[in-house]
């Protein structure tokens, strides 16, 4: 019977979340993990940990590889995923899937009978307190959603304090930087929670003094096919970190804080959730559940299919701002 000790990794990227993918694979059991990247720097942190490292994609090609890890910027994502396929491999695609959606929609025309699966890393899902409130609003403890407030505030330049933001994706319109594409989990996790837009209006802008050539602050405003109203707001300018956001129903209201957990207040109940986790739980958790689909040959809940619907919400966001108009999805 097939299980991660037998599966051959591939991650194709070493930095911040390629390095902790990596861990949390070698966590979760697996032995057989070769690490792709072009900057020699990053050789030493992988060897430490005991796994192959090469500075030559086609090295892979040899590795019979059954899963492999994209973690690069969003730039070269379907780039390296191409490659990928014709090694025939299963794909993890970290978020968001491209930095283009034209270049997205035209790779899905040739893969969307590509046997193998493919998953995006919308790790929020994963995250103990978020599938709470998925939880709470599946039992309609707060009756018929109507509106949802999401809200991400960082400040760029603690992001990833021992590497220098001004030279990172985020920083540069060609590699799929700013924060309407890095803040897209808020988009997934608010349509996951809230259902599928019909309509979006948005602003973004750069109103800070980082250094960087994309925008660090968006509004989003999203309705639904089931008319429901979606605000979510972006920014990278924040000192304290926040991670928010709050549904209100027919019958009550839930609020999630990263920091805090889930508050319900409705008509049939009133609850305190303290749901903290390690930040690091929602990643170990999304790799074990990708594995899992692979080992027993279950389709992904997040598909391709996913990822290019919030590539498409992350061009209408800023189709809509520069236009300054409402964009029909």
Same mark, same amino acid.
């Given at each position: 019977m097939m299980n991660i000790k037998n599966l051959n990794f591939a991650v194709?990227?070493?930095?911040?979340?390629?390095?902790?993918?990596?861990k949390n694979l070698?966590?979760?059991?697996? $032995?057989?993990?070769?690490?792709?990247?072009?900057?020699?720097?990053?050789?030493?942190?992988?060897?430490?940990?005991?796994?192959?490292?090469?500075?030559?994609?086609?090295?892979?090609?040899?590795?019979n590889i059954d899963i492999a890890l994209i973690c690069t910027p969003p730039n070269l994502h379907l780039y390296y995923l191409d490659k990928l396929i014709s090694f025939n491999a299963h794909v993890f695609i970290e978020k968001p899937l491209s930095h283009s959606y034209e270049q997205a929609k035209k790779l899905y025309k040739r893969i969307k009978n590509y046997p193998?699966?493919? $998953?995006?890393?919308?790790?929020?899902?994963?995250?103990?307190?978020?599938?709470?409130?998925?939880?709470?609003?599946?039992?309609?403890?707060?009756?018929?959603?109507?509106?949802?407030?999401?809200?991400?505030?960082?400040y760029l330049a603690n992001w990833r304090p021992t590497t220098d933001y001004r030279k990172g994706y985020f920083a540069k319109k060609e590699t799929g930087g700013g924060i309407i594409s890095d803040g897209c989990h808020e988009i997934d996790i608010?349509?996951?929670?809230?259902?599928?837009p019909s309509s979006i209006?948005?602003?973004?802008?750069?109103?800070?003094?980082?250094?960087?050539?994309?925008?660090? $602050?968006?509004?989003?405003?999203?309705e639904t096919e089931s008319n429901?109203?979606?605000?979510?707001h972006l920014n990278a300018v924040e000192k304290d970190y926040a991670r928010n956001s709050k549904i209100i129903g027919e019958k009550g209201t839930i609020t999630w804080d990263f920091l805090t957990?889930?508050?319900?207040?409705?008509d049939e109940m009133n609850e305190t959730y303290k749901l903290t986790p390690d930040t690091n739980d929602m990643?170990?958790?999304?790799?074990?559940?990708?594995?899992?689909?692979?080992?027993?040959?279950?389709?992904?809940?997040i598909s391709y299919e996913r990822g290019l619907e919030i590539q498409k919400l992350i061009y209408s966001a800023h189709k809509s701002a520069e236009k300054g108009k409402k964009i029909f999805i």
């Open positions: 194709v990227g070493s930095g911040s979340i390629g390095l902790r993918h990596t070698k966590h979760l059991g697996a $032995t057989k993990i070769s690490v792709f990247d072009p900057d020699k720097k990053r050789k030493p942190f992988i060897e430490e940990l005991g796994f192959n490292f090469v500075t030559n994609f086609e090295d892979l090609r040899d590795q193998k699966f493919i $998953t995006i890393g919308f790790n929020w899902r994963f995250h103990e307190s978020m599938v709470k409130v998925k939880e709470l609003l599946n039992n309609g403890y707060i009756g018929k959603p109507l509106i949802g407030i999401f809200e991400s505030g960082q608010a349509t996951w929670l809230l259902g599928s209006i948005s602003i973004k802008s750069k109103v800070s003094d980082l250094e960087i050539e994309t925008e660090d $602050t968006a509004i989003i405003l999203l429901k109203l979606i605000e979510i957990g889930v508050k319900i207040s409705s990643y170990v958790d999304e790799l074990h559940n990708f594995i899992n689909n692979v080992i027993k040959s279950k389709r992904p809940s």
